[in-house]
Structures are given as C-alpha cells and as structure tokens.
C-alpha cells in the first residue's frame, strides 16, 4: 500500500469507498432473504484491509482508534448492518488488545501480528442461561498441565464460517470460595469442539452465528489471555475493553441501520400519493410529525457515542463509571434507532411488511439490538447500582 494512502487512513481517510458500500447494500437483502453469510462482502473488506484497521501501525495495521473504528462501522452499518455486525466481532478483540498494546501491555503481541496476517478472530461469549455475560460463564474451565479444557456450549459465535481463532471465556469452580473466569482463544485446528448449524433467525440472517460446542477442548497458555475473578471484581482492562469496543461498535451499526431507514423514508414519502392528499404524502401533517418523531429519536444518538468513543480514545478517566456509560450509551443508541426504525414501518403501511419494501429487513434486523448484549434489564441494574455506589455483584436481599 502507497504511503500516502497509508497516512491518509490514518489522518481519518476511509477504506469504504462508495462504490464497495453499495455493492454491499446490494447484497444485504439477497443474504437475508437466502439466510446466508455475507462471503462476498468478507472477501472484499479483508482484501483492502479492513479487518486489521485497528492493528498498530508498527505492526502492519491502520493503527485506527475506537473513535475512527465506530465510524467506519456506522457507515458499514448504514449499508449493510448484518455485515458490519459480523466484521465487529473480529474489531472488537483487535480493538481492545490494540489498545492494551499502546499502553504498554504487549502480553497479547501475537494477536495484533496474527490479525495483521490475516487471522480472523470471532467471539464465544454468548450462552443459555447466562444474563450476565463475559463476567460470568456456564461453560466450564478445568486447570490441566500446560493449559486450561473448556466444556460447554456458545452460542451466537459470528463469522462461523471464515474465523481462525474463537475468543471464549469459562468459569474455573476448582475453589468453590473464589471461581475465576478464564480468557482465552482457541485456534481452529484445536480438537474436542464442533459448529451445529441451524442459523434461521429473525434478523442479522447473514451473520451466520453458529452454536459452537465445546467438548473438553484444551487450550495451552500462550493462548490464555487473562484468569480474573468471576463478576465485576474481574473488569480489569482487558474485560472493560471488551464491554468498550464491542458496545460502542454494536450502537453504531444500529444506529447507522436507522439513519438508513430515516432516508429510506423521506424519500419515499416524497413520491407516495393518497387519494385523500392532493399532493404527495409528504405533505400530510401527520407524516410530517411522525418523520420529525424518527429525526428526533436519532438527533442525540451521535454525538452520545461520539463522545463516549472520543473518552474511550483519548484516555479519559471515568474511572468505575466506565462500564455504566458503556452500557448506557449502547441502550440509548439501540432504543432510539428501534423506535426510529418502528415508526418508519408505520409510516410505509402495508407496503412496509413486503420484502421489497426494504423497511421490513430493517425492522427485523433493528429488533435485534435490544436484546443483543448488554440488554435492558442488565444495563439498568448496572447504571442503577453504579449510581448508588452499590457493587454490581451485589444480590437482591428482601426483607
């Protein structure tokens, strides 16, 4: 690559051309509607680079920070949300481990170069029955010479098909008084696990995110990323990184999917006609107050996860507030952009709920961010509880 492509990038140039972004907007509905992963759009972004954006640029990377990274992947996410969702899962542990990098933690070196060269890393966080993610695990983490073995099952692992190394985590209950939960990446090649299809979901269809079973899969040290308490004593920089850079990468794909469905709906307001208007549908007060409801729940959106990005980026310290920001700008960004998204299927009608309509992956697809982690229920708890100086791992006592 040209050097003065190179300092362009990092001066905040881009890597998504107009062109690609709308190659990927084609794409996006034949994906959905064929409920298949996004393997054009994949070979495009890591053929130009894209997926080590945030890899030091000593070490073969753009050297982007979160705030450079979430507008690429609002803009990703404004063409192609399941995509850029999918792609988040490989940035967020880049990110993170980036960022430990430039601080002076160089422990996990080899991941920045291996994602340099082309590794592609997904993530194992996700289980059944587990509402608090990452700081607890059902999956089971047993201490062996050399190493640790993982048992249990994860499941939305994005990128099942193209990832090389699975970040995944698990509970070691070895000291009843004190479980730990252990980090790590397991390499493909690693034996003990295997991908059950079955991916036929509501929306983000193109993510492909696999159940993946883990059946006592060893894991050697070099591939232990941390051992930290289970909960929120464990939120070391490595953990709150992770809650950082995929939390803020998640709030701008759906936020950047709703901006989507906002323009989508300007214009086609513009050309609807109703035999009870004179003129087109843009003209009709209701709709007029209903647009300004979706421009209206998005205004803040932006400058909230600009801002919290900028922080994230520059260092700022918000000390043990920092995972209830994350948290809370996450809710924000994903509320507003479903109630902006739900509103514009209101206003397309019956057309709407047809699949060339456009508004009907879009609606389905935004669905999904409020229940993706962290869900409402967990970020009250936490922002509630952060407020009241209360600790998070702190249980409900009645009476």
Known sequence: MAVTHHANLQAGGTLLSDDLLARFAERAP????????????????????????????????????MTQMAREQRRLGYHAAATALAVNM?????????????????????????????????AGHAESGNDVPVLLSTTKAERVEGGYRFTGRK???????????????????????????????MPRDTEGFHIETGWDVLGMRATASEDTILDGVFVPDRFI?????????????????????????????YYGLAQRALDLTVESVKKKHSLAVSRTMAYHPEVQHRLAEMALALEPVAPLLDRIAEDWSTGVSHGAAWPARIFAAKYVAVENSWRAVDIALDIAGGFGIFRRSGIERLFRDARLGR?????????????????LGISPDEAPRWG
């Open 30 to 65: 034949r994906y959905d509607s064929e409920n298949r992963f996004f393997a054009e759009d994949f070979d495009e972004l890591r053929e130009i680079g894209y997926l080590r954006g945030p890899v030091p640029v000593e070490l073969g990377g753009f050297g982007w920070t």
């Open 90 to 122: 490989h940035i967020y542990w880049v990110g993170l481990v980036a960022d430990l990098w430039r601080a002076g933690d160089r422990s996990l070196e080899w991941l920045l170069t291996a994602a340099a060269s082309g590794e592609v890393f997904a």
């Open 155 to 185: 499941a939305f692992g994005s990128l099942s098909p193209v990832w090389t190394s699975l970040g995944l985590h698990g509970m070691d209950t070895a000291d009843p008084s004190a479980p730990k939960i252990v980090h790590a990446f």
């Open 225 to 253: 990323a941390r051992v930290v308490p289970a909960g929120a004593a464990g939120i070391d920089p490595f953990v709150l990184g992770v809650f950082a850079w995929a939390l803020i990468g998640f709030a701008n794909i």
């Open 371 to 387: 229940i993706h982690p962290a869900n409402s229920m967990l970020t009250h708890e936490l922002v509630g509880k952060t407020l």
